[in-house]
């Protein structure tokens, strides 16, 4: 769906949220969106079935090409992110593997950042090299690593900020500038910072992805994605195939995020304010050995999240004492926390990458990866901030009381403990 700009271009984003992409003509006066669940729309003739598929017609056909429920989400993450129009997508990977299928051909090369989505960059390395795509990973946070790698058949760059799980940021304007200079596109996966604290295509990109599962739903109870254009040329390209391909979106679940979205402002207030708290809070712990959040001054790139965005998130990562046992002993004594992957949702979530998500990747790979042993990644949600405080100091106090004891260990221990010995 195109964004219709003179309905919400005076607002402010807060409002924006809640506003953007409701009916222009309702049924009843209803306020909420209905959900439209039906696949399929009646032609009131022959002659109007025939209009709507030559385009001469306005019109429904069918709920893989369009459905006024999915086309209200679609209109106002489009409006949010200042583009030209979106298209919603079964989930953010169907959003990232539709803006790959649409752009990138045989002989094309990408330069993409190396702490992209696991998933997103998996498809780069083991799929996309199978149709004659090939990638360079690069760490985006310096620009110069993004410039050495670009050559003249390089089609996109694709990158993320605030990366995961680092939660370094990508200059923008800066990336933006380099694609232009070599031709190529810039794509932005902005699910991270959501389009309350940053919107990419006014830095210049072309393309922004979000997976909508994290902060626009917000409830950590639906999945999807969504891709937003800058300009009408790649809204056409992204809407025909992700349609052709059937990465489309169903209504029910557009419903659900629309009702997510609403409050996204409200949400991330609250959980960005919470995370400023906690950062400071974690930075002063005995336990902590580094952390990592770009609204602190320590953060090496603080100036630049200031100037690209509007707030300093809910993401958090910081190092622990005692590294990988360290890492084992938080996750094991949080209690309101929840210990699980993902992120953006109104509960606070924690993980270790290196013994879990990262568990299956050689120690020295994933230490050049950046992602060290001791690093934990939180994202923030909106509990009150005394209560996730006490949580996290009493887990974190944890550390080092006692040691973690790996099968081999235990099996000693019990051995030792047998009746006799
Ligand atoms: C979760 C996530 C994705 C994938 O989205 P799904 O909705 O799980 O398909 C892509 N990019 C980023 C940055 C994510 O966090």
């Known amino acids: 769906m195109k964004t219709d700009l003179k309905k919400t271009v005076q607002l402010r984003k807060s409002t924006t949220a809640i506003h953007a992409g409701g009916f222009e003509h309702s049924l009843y006066g209803e306020v909420s969106v209905p959900i439209f669940q039906t696949s ?7 002659a109007d079935g025939a209009a709507r598929f030559s385009g001469k017609q306005p019109g429904y056909i069918y ?3 369009d459905n006024p429920t999915v ?7 489009a409006t949010l992110e200042g583009g030209f129009g979106a298209v919603a997508t079964a989930t953010g990977m169907a959003a990232v ?6 752009f990138l051909s045989r002989g094309d090369l ?3 950042g190396s702490c992209i989505y696991g998933s997103s960059r998996v498809i780069l390395e083991s799929e996309l090299i199978r149709y004659g795509v090939e990638t360079t990973f690069v760490d985006s946070s310096d620009l110069s690593n993004i410039e050495k790698a670009m050559r003249p058949e390089t089609k996109m760059v694709f990158v993320e900020t605030p990366m995961n799980p680092s939660i370094k940021l990508t200059d923008l304007a800066g990336a933006a500038a380099i694609a232009k200079k070599y031709g190529a596109l810039l794509a932005v996966d902005n699910t991270f910072a959501s389009p309350y604290l940053q919107r990419p295509i006014e830095f210049g990109a072309d393309i922004v992805i979000h997976s909508l599962t994290k902060f626009i739903n917000g409830h950590a109870d639906v999945i999807g994605g969504m891709v937003v254009t800058r300009d009408e040329e790649r809204y056409d390209r992204v809407k025909k195939v992700a349609s052709l391909f059937g990465n489309t ?6 419903w659900l995020i629309l009702r997510g979205l609403r409050t996204l402002a409200l949400r991330v207030d609250r959980a960005q304010e919470n995370a400023m708290k906690l950062a400071r809070f974690l930075e002063s712990h005995p ?7 770009p609204g602190l001054s320590s953060h090496p790139q603080h100036e630049l999240a200031k100037r690209q965005m509007d707030g300093f998130g809910c993401m958090i990562s910081f190092g622990v004492e005692n590294g990988l046992e360290g890492g084992i002993t938080l996750m094991n004594n949080v209690r309101l926390i929840t210990l699980a992957v993902s992120l953006g949702g109104v509960e606070s979530l924690i993980e270790h990458p290196a013994s879990m998500t990262h568990a299956s990747i050689p120690a020295d790979e ?10 934990v990644r939180l994202s923030v949600g909106c509990e009150d901030f005394e209560d996730l405080r006490n949580d996290l100091d009493q887990a974190l106090n944890r550390i080092g009381e006692y040691e973690i004891r790996t099968p081999a260990l235990q099996a000693e221990i019990d051995a030792f403990q047998e009746p006799g010995c």
């Open 287 to 293: 336990k902590v050995t580094w952390v990592s959040y």
């Open 97 to 102: 593997s539709s803006v790959y299928l649409s």
């Open 71 to 77: 086309n209200a989400l679609e209109e106002s993450v």
């Open 110 to 112: 990408v330069v993409a």
């Open 366 to 375: 994933r230490r050049e990866a950046g992602i060290f042993d001791e690093l």
């Open 40 to 46: 399929t729309f009646a032609f009131p003739s022959a």
């Open 249 to 254: 979106m169903d209504p029910h679940q557009a």
């Open 63 to 65: 709920s893989r090409l």
